[in-house]
């Protein structure tokens, strides 16, 4: 079946660090990934996307990079931010069938700190 | 509404009894899912409905789980003879129907408590 592995948090940084949260997957043929990012008191929001292989999704600075040879989706943001504080998603979306049935990670939590 | 709208925000309830979890989806969507958010365990997929198709309920843990979608919008997830391992934040999404993009909108979440 189709999963998601993400790195265990919580990752703390001080602000300007950059960041790096790994996500890979297991899945047929060729998956949609993506990033959603949860803050504090929300509810879960798209962050970025990439829907085929070498594709880079990005927003906010963040970027993503759709890696089929590795089966990676690594998240990274050159310099973050207090309020980049947050709980980050990765999921994947099946090639076929299921509408917007996307399965996801078990979350990373980041804090940043001044 | 503007928004996924949830109720209640949080539920405190006693082992045994039944519980009942609404969502209602932003206006439109027809495409509406239900989630599961335990800690360490990231979230898990219950069930989803799309438009009069028979919703795929293939993520319910148990018999004990049930869920409805009344004339197309509002749904509510009904746990039956609550247990403690049912403790967890549920969540709700929608999404446009036949606009496969991956997007969905999330609620924030019912969270259950089974003392």
């Known amino acids: 079946g189709n999963s998601v592995t993400q790195m265990e948090g919580p990752v703390t940084l001080s602000e300007e660090a950059f960041l790096t949260i790994n996500c890979t997957y297991t899945?047929?043929?060729?998956?949609?990934l993506f990033w959603y990012v949860q803050y504090p008191g929300e509810g879960l929001q798209l962050l970025l996307k990439?829907?085929?292989?070498?594709d880079k999704g990005s927003n906010k600075g963040f970027e993503a990079t759709y890696r089929k040879e590795t089966t990676s989706f690594h998240l990274e943001k050159g310099s973050v931010q207090v309020s980049d504080s947050a709980v980050y998603f990765c999921?994947?979306?099946?090639?076929?069938?299921?509408?917007?049935?996307?399965?996801f990670g078990t979350g990373t939590q980041l804090k940043v700190e001044l | 509404g503007a928004g996924v709208s949830q109720s209640p925000s949080n539920k405190v309830t006693e082992k045994g009894k039944d519980v009942e979890l609404r969502c209602d989806p932003i206006?439109?969507?027809?495409?509406l899912y239900w989630y599961r958010q335990s800690l360490g365990q990231g979230l898990e997929f219950l069930i989803y409905?799309?438009?009069?198709?028979?919703?795929?309920k293939s993520g319910l843990p148990s018999d004990r789980f049930s869920a409805e979608r009344t004339g197309g919008s509002v749904s509510t997830l009904t746990i039956q003879r609550t247990q403690q391992e049912d403790s967890a934040v549920y969540l709700c999404?929608?999404?446009?129907?036949?606009?496969?993009?991956?997007?969905?909108?999330f609620g924030e979440g019912s969270r259950l408590t089974v003392l």
């Open positions: 999404a929608s999404s446009l129907e036949g606009i496969n993009t991956g997007e969905l909108f």
């Open positions: 899945a047929t043929g060729y998956p949609s």
């Open positions: 990439a829907t085929k292989a070498d």
């Open positions: 999921a994947l979306r099946p090639f076929t069938g299921g509408g917007n049935k996307l399965t």
């Open positions: 206006s439109g969507h027809t495409a």
């Open positions: 409905f799309q438009g009069n198709s028979a919703p795929d």
